[in-house]
């Protein structure tokens, strides 16, 4: 039996996907467990992100303080066009918004329930794309900042969704799009200041995931509903584990909950 605090899966890229599962100072390799009877039980506490130990979160995995105060939980955090480092103007915590928002940042298109738009780090681009259950992903644009690829993919949604259905994405394997020429269209139609940032040359990246069976008919799990989980694993995909049944449980989500996993 494991302990401790969950996280959000660490993933590699590999054909299929690899992941490790992260609780507390535990990481297990989670490939090899498919196929295995897992147990997840919730002890009923969580922690945020400042130490701080609570029944339930205030909303999202943030404590009331945290929430309104972090820069970690700021607007521009879900808006990234609100970024405001590279023009010097600090929002809650000026040195992290400097470190975060001061980064090269990608915008790119993934197929995931279908085409979408969506921004990164350059350091995190393929563990973006992973995370999000994505099966296609293409390079669009290159930005010093934040700010620059929030402005871009603003303009990109006025065509492309910028949201991924989960439940469509946890039902199988979406047919192969010709993602360079959606990528041809949409660079077309961006204002000549957003021009020069564009990718021309990269290749399109195929992603596979450790599934052996989609659910048919998908039953969401969390842990407010129910504390104990329990199940065969049968596939991996995104941040969702998929057991038997037709169940589905989002990892991420859960992310800071104090929880047991038995094997």
């Known amino acids: 039996m494991y302990s401790g605090i969950l996280n959000k899966m660490a993933s590699n890229y590999a054909n299929p996907i690899e992941y490790n599962f992260?609780?507390?100072?535990?990481?297990?390799?989670?490939?090899?467990q498919i196929n295995k009877t897992l147990t997840l039980e919730w002890?009923?506490?969580?922690?945020?992100?400042?130490g701080k130990i609570f029944?339930?979160?205030?909303?999202?995995?943030?404590?009331?303080?945290?929430?309104?105060n972090a820069p970690e939980a700021s607007p521009s955090i879900f808006k990234p066009e609100l970024c405001t480092a590279d023009l010097g103007i600090e929002e809650r915590d000026f040195e992290w918004e400097k470190k975060f928002q001061l980064a090269p940042h990608y915008v790119y298109l993934t197929n995931t329930s279908g085409v979408k738009v969506g921004i990164t780090r350059k350091t995190q681009k393929i563990t973006r794309w992973?995370?999000?259950?994505?099966?296609?992903?293409?390079?669009?644009?290159?930005?010093?900042?934040?700010?620059?690829?929030?402005?871009?993919?603003?303009?990109?949604?006025?065509?492309?969704?910028?949201?991924?259905?989960?439940?469509?994405?946890l039902s199988g394997k979406p047919k192969n799009i010709e993602m360079l020429q959606i990528k041809k269209q949409i660079s077309s139609i961006l204002s000549s200041d957003f021009k020069k940032y564009l990718i021309n040359d990269c290749d399109v990246l195929q992603l596979i995931y450790p599934v052996t069976k989609y659910p048919e008919k998908i039953i969401s799990k969390s842990f407010k509903?129910?504390?104990?989980?329990?199940?065969?694993?049968?596939?991996?995909?995104?941040?969702?584990?998929?057991?038997?049944?037709?169940?589905?449980?989002?990892?991420?989500?859960?992310?800071?909950?104090?929880?047991?996993?038995?094997?």
Request: glycine share 8%.
């Open 22 to 32: 992260i609780i507390g100072d535990h990481v297990i390799n989670f490939n090899k």
């Open 43 to 50: 002890l009923g506490k969580v922690q945020c992100k400042c």
């Open 225 to 263: 509903k129910q504390p104990t989980i329990s199940g065969k694993l049968i596939g991996i995909k995104g941040q969702y584990l998929i057991f038997d049944e037709n169940r589905v449980f989002n990892v991420r989500a859960h992310t800071g909950y104090i929880i047991n996993l038995i094997i």
């Open 55 to 68: 029944k339930e979160f205030y909303r999202q995995s943030f404590c009331y303080q945290c929430f309104w």
């Open 130 to 169: 992973i995370d999000q259950g994505a099966s296609q992903a293409v390079l669009v644009a290159e930005v010093p900042n934040r700010r620059l690829s929030g402005l871009i993919e603003l303009e990109l949604k006025k065509t492309l969704s910028d949201r991924t259905n989960w439940r469509k994405m």
